[in-house]
């Protein structure tokens, strides 16, 4: 098995995990203890048509604030109080980078690292990249670090895998907690979101595996990976 990691595109065909851990994916992934779906959109008018059609609850920020006019922001802490069959979410990098992805996808974060890892494995025929989301074309630490923990996982089922040196660094850089967590803190979009008030959410997106979901893009929809 080829096990690689790569920025904002895949390298992929086979399966892909997309880690957005300051908060699209941890978003995704609690979301799916209350909804049946996750439907991610690409623009706010996107979100607000699709609405208008199907109801449900539409989500999403820009530069961490929530959309004018939107149900909710982008907290993994608030979705939880709400429930529905199906979330209309938009985020300024992790639904994004989903767009153009042309292999199976699942959504990693720190929160579920583990399971999506195992489950990667599960369903990968030869190759699992593993793709982190950044912050508006640029590289993020919490990302980086959130793959590395993913990555981690990967090698304790397949210490034999073929991993690339770039994923090697992200394992290696991963192995300590407090630093990890201090970096999720100290990151660029953890201090953004701290001065918005949503310290609880870099505090919760920093968790390790307190979630089993996994979520799997599908027809354009993020629905959980059954057993
Ligand atoms: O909502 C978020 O946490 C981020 C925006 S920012 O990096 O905090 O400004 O969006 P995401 O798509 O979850 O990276
Ligand atoms: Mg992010």
């Known amino acids: 098995m080829k096990v690689t990691l790569s920025f904002e595109k895949s390298e992929s065909s086979d399966v892909s995990i997309m880690v957005d851990a300051l908060r699209a994916s941890s978003t995704i992934t609690l979301a799916l203890n209350n909804f049946e779906k996750v439907i991610p ?16 609850i539409v989500a999403g920020e820009r530069d961490g604030k929530k959309i004018n006019g939107f149900d909710l922001g982008n907290s993994p802490a608030d ?15 992790g639904t994004r980078i989903l767009e153009n992805m042309k292999s199976t996808v699942l959504i990693g974060s720190i929160i579920n690292a583990c399971e999506v890892a195992n489950k990667s494995i599960e369903i990968a025929n030869n190759h699992i990249d593993v793709v982190m989301a950044g912050v ?49 803190f100290n990151s660029r979009s953890g201090k953004r979101l701290i001065e918005l008030g949503y310290e609880s959410d870099v505090e919760l997106c920093s968790l390790k595996n307190i979630s089993n979901n996994v979520a799997i893009y599908e027809n354009q929809e993020l629905t959980l990976l059954k057993d």
Do not use: M
């Open 41 to 56: 959109c690409f623009t706010p008018e996107e979100a607000f048509k699709l609405k208008e059609k199907l109801g449900g």
């Open 79 to 93: 979705i939880k109080d709400y429930t529905s069959d199906h979330l209309i979410l938009t985020t300024s990098n």
């Open 136 to 184: 508006k074309g640029e590289f993020a630490i919490e990302d980086f670090l959130a793959a590395g923990e993913i990555l981690y996982w990967i090698l304790q089922e397949l210490p034999d895998c073929n991993l690339s040196e770039y994923a090697k660094a992200a394992v290696l850089a991963s192995r300590n907690y407090e630093s990890l967590k201090e970096s999720f």
